[in-house]
T-cell receptor, first 114, second 112 residues
Framework: DVKVTQSSRYLVKRTGEKVFLECVQD?????MFWYRQDPGLGLRLIYF???????EKGDIPEGYSVSREKKERFSLILESASTNQTSMYLC?????????????FGQGTRLTVV | AQKITQTQPGMFVQEKEAVTLDCTYD???????LFWYKQPSSGEMIFLIY??????QNATEGRYSLNFQKARKSANLVISASQLGDSAMYFC?????????FGAGTTVTVRA
């Protein structure tokens, strides 16, 4: 059974803290993605990676960075958490370009910054 | 720039009736894929159906079908014979050039 696992289901952090959200996939997928989901805005792409050590900015990268040192792991970093980063964060993975296979999602991390 | 547009924030449908969810997209890449996902209140993302840009026929998966109009850049989802369990948020997505982008979603509520 394919799996994308996010390290935490719920997180509460203080303003200014450095926050790490971890995502691991066991499907040997090339592509991995980080989204945030907010009511009325859908899923907005923060960063994605199509290979180890490769990363590309999505539509809302400000305030975030990512790391992909190994193929199976994609980390999202909030350098200095702010209250406007309170959101649901979803990680996904998918096979490489041209594949007809869908992306698989983790269970989500609900982050609250206080 | 928004690449996926879902213009219906919410819809009500009677049980056993069909419902069409609109989705338009924008890309200059001739090769792309279109997806629909369902997100029930539990929060999990459930893949429903896929359409490739070079596919000649509209995709179908059980009660789900995709009305693909390439020239209009439209990929509407049709759910036939709605069931109470279809009540959820539905997202249209497009994959082009490695990137996977989603629309804002449509909430569907099925009434008994």
């Amino acid at each position: 059974d394919v799996k994308v696992t996010q390290s935490s289901r719920y997180l509460v952090k203080r303003t200014g803290e450095k926050v790490f959200l971890e995502c691991v996939q066991d499907m040997d997928h090339e592509n991995m993605f980080w989204y945030r989901q907010d009511p009325g805005l859908g899923l907005r792409l923060i960063y994605f990676s199509y290979d180890v050590k490769m990363k590309e900015k999505g539509d809302i990268p400000e305030g975030y960075s990512v790391s992909r040192e190994k193929k199976e792991r994609f980390s999202l970093i909030l350098e200095s958490a702010s209250t406007n980063q309170t959101s649901m964060y979803l990680c996904a993975s998918s096979p490489g370009e041209g594949s007809r296979v869908e992306a698989f999602f983790g269970q989500g991390t609900r982050l609250t910054v206080v | 720039a928004q690449k996926i547009t879902q213009t219906q924030p919410g819809m009500f449908v009677q049980e056993k009736e069909a419902v069409t969810l609109d989705c338009t997209y924008d890309t200059s890449d001739p090769s792309y894929g279109l997806f629909w996902y369902k997100q029930p209140s539990s929060g999990e993302m459930i893949f429903l159906i896929y359409q490739g840009s070079y596919d000649q026929q509209n995709a179908t998966e059980g009660r789900y079908s995709l009305n693909f109009q390439k020239a209009r850049k439209s990929a509407n989802l049709v759910i036939s014979a709605s069931q109470l369990g279809d009540s959820a948020m539905y997202f249209c997505a497009m994959r082009d050039d490695y990137k996977l982008s989603f629309g804002a979603g449509t909430t569907v509520t099925v009434r008994a």
